[in-house]
Structures are given as structure tokens and as C-alpha cells.
């Protein structure tokens, strides 16, 4: 790295997150990033709201010049795996809710009951990467091995989507995040169920809960709620805080400043459980009371960003799943792709300041 370099103004950063829980999610909202950067004249622009695809796009592939992306891991994995060059600042692991659910008619009560039964799954064309199929066979694969099963057990049945992830912009209506909701809307593993045409399906986070509720779903098992770690690991858990190495290397103020960002919105959201929860209900676009059945009564302090090595650990367990099902094309060694170096730096400014 160029000592120059690393802390020359930055003109424009990019970020995106999912419609998820993050810290850099709260950091947006409270307008601290934006803040942060007033001082050296950087524009804030969102990937996802942009009216350009390509831009859009770089949420899933990160091909986007600084930019800082925090949210579902696949994609990044996705992103690095092809040669993206791109850095893991942190890690935040807030678990939620992963359901494998069936009809109360179906018989399928147990993981155990699935075995020979039809388990829809989303197959997403026209995408770089089918992070929501991925995520899907991970929950169905952690359900069946908890039972001495596995994925050939079950009669996979795709529900085919032939709309991208980027064919639209994002909009902020009143403080939500609303993505993709005008083409290619609803979800198709979910009408399948209903209709009867399979028996069982995987959603997760606050639309499965609710979704669940709403269509007196039964759940079979919430892997989200396993207590081996490595059941729970998938796209959410770990989430990925990831920029790109330009941005890193000839700006390396600007990654601490977002690492610290997002550190600092997540110390806020430990003390303000209530106004947490409407922060989280804005990003996922739901309520907060499905947050709540989503992420927890103490969702406000499953926001946390480290590079624990549980996190290390799980995030390689579950890169290591997307190359064996074929989603990435090459290894991902996990250690290799962190650099620590923004967030001890963050750390050690919160230290000193205390």
C-alpha cells in the first residue's frame, strides 16, 4: 500500500446494503456516514437507487470503483471468487429466523418427513448469481443432515424467474428501502406451496415469519435457531462488510471512516432497543413486530461487527458449500480475503477517545 496515496479525498462513495439488519444500514439512516464525509467534500450515493443497471448491478458483483457494500454474504463471495478484488472489513452475525416450512395438511412434520417429498426452489435467470436458490439449498441441506439425510432424498422442483435482481431501481419510500417491487415481484417457491404443487419450502428473516403467520404455515425447523453455529451459517450469518481494494489502498481514512460509522450505529442501537426496531422495520421493509419474531426481542444487540473467528470460521464452512453446489467458480480462502487493518484502526480511535 502507497502511504501517498492512502488518504487522498475521496470524490464519490458507493455503498449498498440489503434490506437487512446492519449497522451500516442504522449509519445511513441517522445520516452519520454521510456526516462523516461532509469534511472532505465526499458524495454519499446509493448503488441500488441508481438509474444506471450497471451501477445497480455492482451490489451483487462489485465491479463499482469505492464502494463499500454490507449485507448478504453470497454475492461477495460471488464477487471474489470471480476475481473481484475486493477486502472483508468485518463480520456482523445477527441471527434470524431460517424456515423450512409445509402445509399442515402435507404430513410433514419432522426434517425426517421430507424424504421423498417435493421442496420448491427458486431459479433465478438472468442473474450472476442465484443467491436466493443458494441460501435455500443450504437451509434444506443443514435441515436433512441433522437427520442422517441429504439433498438427493427430496424431489427438487424450480420455480424459474426470468427477471434480474437489478432490472429496476431501488426507491426510498418514507424511509424504506424498496427494491425490484413493480416486475418479477412475489415469490414463486411460496404460490407453489399453496397451490399444493410442492410440499415444503425455505424462506427466511422477517417475511418468513410473517409469511408463515399470514398463511398458518407449519414450520418444521428453524435452522436459524440451531445452536451449532455452523447449521446456522448462510447468506445472513455472517453478513460481509466488504470494499474494494481501490478504495482501501488509496483511501484508507475513508475505510476507517466507514468501519467506525458502523461501529458507532451499532454502540446506538445496543442503548435504543425501541427506536432500533423501527430503524430495522424501515431497512426490511416489515413491521417491528416481525422483526422482533425475525431477529429476536434483543435484535438491537445482534448488531455487532468484528472479525470473530467464529464468524472466520463459518463464512469458510459456508464458501466452501457454494463451490461444492457449483454458485462460485474458483476457492475462497476466508483469511486471505480479510484485512483487518481499517478495523483495528477504528478500534483503536474508539480507545483513545475513550
Known amino acids: 500500500m502507497s502511504n501517498s496515496n492512502e488518504n487522498k479525498p475521496l470524490d464519490t462513495l458507493w455503498y449498498t446494503r440489503c434490506p437487512v439488519p446492519t449497522g451500516l444500514g442504522i449509519a445511513l439512516q441517522k445520516g452519520w456516514l454521510e456526516e462523516s464525509f461532509s469534511s472532505q467534500c465526499t458524495n454519499i450515493k446509493?448503488?441500488?437507487?441508481?438509474?444506471?443497471?450497471?451501477?445497480?448491478?455492482?451490489?451483487?458483483?462489485?465491479?463499482?470503483?469505492?464502494?463499500?457494500?454490507?449485507?448478504?454474504?453470497?454475492?461477495?463471495?460471488?464477487?471474489?471468487?470471480?476475481?473481484?478484488?475486493?477486502?472483508?472489513?468485518?463480520l456482523s452475525w445477527a441471527d434470524e429466523v431460517q424456515l423450512i416450512l409445509s402445509l399442515p395438511e402435507s404430513g410433514i412434520k419432522t426434517v425426517k418427513d421430507l424424504k421423498g417429498r417435493k421442496f420448491g426452489l427458486p431459479d433465478n435467470r438472468n442473474v450472476q448469481i442465484d443467491f436466493s436458490r443458494a441460501?435455500?439449498?443450504?437451509?434444506?441441506?443443514?435441515?436433512?443432515?441433522?437427520?442422517?439425510?441429504?439433498?438427493?432424498?427430496?424431489?427438487?422442483?424450480?420455480f424459474v424467474k426470468d427477471a434480474g435482481h437489478s432490472d429496476e431501481a431501488g426507491s426510498n419510500v418514507a424511509g424504506t428501502q424498496v427494491f425490484g417491487g413493480r416486475r418479477g415481484g412475489g415469490n414463486a417457491e411460496l404460490t407453489g406451496l399453496l397451490r399444493g404443487e410442492v410440499d415444503a419450502i425455505f424462506l427466511k428473516g422477517a417475511h418468513a415469519a410473517q409469511f408463515a403467520s399470514a398463511f398458518g404455515l407449519h414450520t418444521v425447523i428453524d435452522t436459524g435457531s440451531h445452536p451449532e453455529p455452523l447449521i446456522r451459517a448462510n447468506n445472513g450469518t455472517p453478513r460481509t462488510l466488504t470494499v474494494d481494494a481501490n478504495l482501501l489502498d488509496n483511501h484508507f481514512d475513508s475505510a476507517v471512516r466507514i468501519v467506525d460509522q458502523v461501529l458507532r450505529a451499532e454502540e446506538w442501537a445496543w442503548a435504543h432497543?425501541?427506536?432500533?426496531?423501527?430503524?430495522?422495520?424501515?431497512?426490511?421493509?416489515?413491521?417491528e413486530y416481525w422483526v422482533t419474531q425475525a431477529y429476536g426481542q434483543d435484535a438491537h444487540l445482534r448488531l455487532r461487527t468484528d472479525l470473530a473467528e467464529g464468524s472466520i470460521v463459518a463464512l469458510q464452512d459456508f464458501t466452501d458449500f457454494l463451490l461444492r453446489w457449483k454458485f462460485i467458480p474458483n476457492a475462497v480462502d476466508v483469511r486471505q480475503w480479510i484485512d483487518a487493518r481499517a478495523f483495528e484502526a477504528a478500534k483503536s480511535g474508539k480507545a483513545k477517545a475513550a
Open 46 to 90: 446509493s448503488l441500488r437507487e441508481s438509474n444506471d443497471k450497471a451501477v445497480r448491478e455492482s451490489h451483487f458483483d462489485h465491479t463499482l470503483q469505492n464502494s463499500v457494500r454490507h449485507g448478504g454474504n453470497i454475492p461477495a463471495i460471488w464477487a471474489r471468487s470471480s476475481g473481484r478484488d475486493t477486502r472483508v472489513l468485518g
Open 135 to 158: 441460501q435455500a439449498i443450504r437451509g434444506l441441506e443443514n435441515a436433512l443432515k441433522l437427520e442422517g439425510l441429504s439433498v438427493s432424498d427430496v424431489e427438487l422442483v424450480d
Open 273 to 287: 432497543a425501541d427506536e432500533t426496531r423501527r430503524f430495522l422495520a424501515r431497512e426490511s421493509n416489515t413491521s
